[in-house]
């Protein structure tokens, strides 16, 4: 069974309450009743067995049973990617955080399509990331940044010390992500730079390289957005 996330601010004194969305979810849709054990979360780490007393119209209420601290990686990979089209960000960010990725930052590359991301999408990716955490008992949840530009994200990437920034590129045809990372086991702040569906202009690698990024293949095929994202994340975190 999932476990289902709680605003920690909901979850005081040993009792927690559920409202809005999720309340919904759980009374209509998975139609739990008074008495029932679940499982909840507070995305800080925190998982718990708990108990629903209480079910009204607008909320369900209950008793915190049992606690325990779920391990949060000491690795932290973050994705910094350009923005797929439509549903195809959505598959980015629920596989994404399965997978175990710290966060997704969105980049504006001089060949992206989309440029810019709304405050309810962004809303709704959020609810997105929630639900795959509640799916894969992930401990925390992704976050889902504003969306900036493929230079900015380099200046505030080489002002910080012991992170590794790798970004995938097809003319690369030599190292590979496998040997950047076994090169590099001591860092622990690990940054893939996805680029949009017409590949990065060339002053991007040039900017990238000269900033110290690491260039690697992802293998021979030219491969979407979405799927280049899960492939060098996937084998980032399984190291």
């Not at 919904?24 to 139609?31: A, E, F, K, T």
């Not at 970004?167 to 680029?195: A, Y």
Request: aromatic share 8%; net charge positive; charged share 30%.
């Amino acid at each position: 069974m999932p476990h289902f996330y709680v605003n920690p601010k909901d979850i005081q004194n040993k009792i927690f309450i559920i409202e809005n969305e999720q309340f919904h979810y759980l009374s209509n849709v998975r139609r739990f009743c008074v008495g029932d054990e679940i499982n909840i979360f507070d995305g800080l780490g925190n998982s718990y067995k708990a108990r629903i007393d209480n079910i009204d119209k607008k909320s369900m209420k209950g008793t915190i049973l049992s606690s325990k601290t779920l391990v949060l990686p000491d690795k932290k990979i973050s994705l910094y990617t350009a923005i797929p089209k439509g549903e195809r960000f959505d598959w980015l960010i629920e596989k994404a955080s399965e997978t175990g990725v710290s966060k997704i930052v969105p980049v504006i590359y001089v060949r992206s399509v989309v440029k810019e991301l709304s405050e309810n999408k962004l809303e709704r990716y959020k609810k997105i990331s929630i639900s795959a955490s509640s799916q894969s008992w992930r401990a925390d949840i992704m976050p889902i940044e504003k969306p900036i530009s493929f230079i900015e994200a380099v200046e505030k990437l080489f002002a910080q010390k012991d992170t590794l920034n790798i970004l995938p590129w097809e003319s690369e045809e030599e190292k590979n992500i496998l040997s950047i990372l076994n090169e590099n086991k001591d860092i622990k702040n690990i940054n893939i730079f996805i680029g949009p569906e017409g590949g990065f202009d060339k002053t991007e690698i040039d900017i990238a390289i000269k900033k110290g990024f690491k260039t690697v293949t992802l293998g021979k095929n030219i491969l979407r957005v979405e799927t280049a994202a899960i492939v060098a994340s996937s084998i980032a975190t399984a190291i």
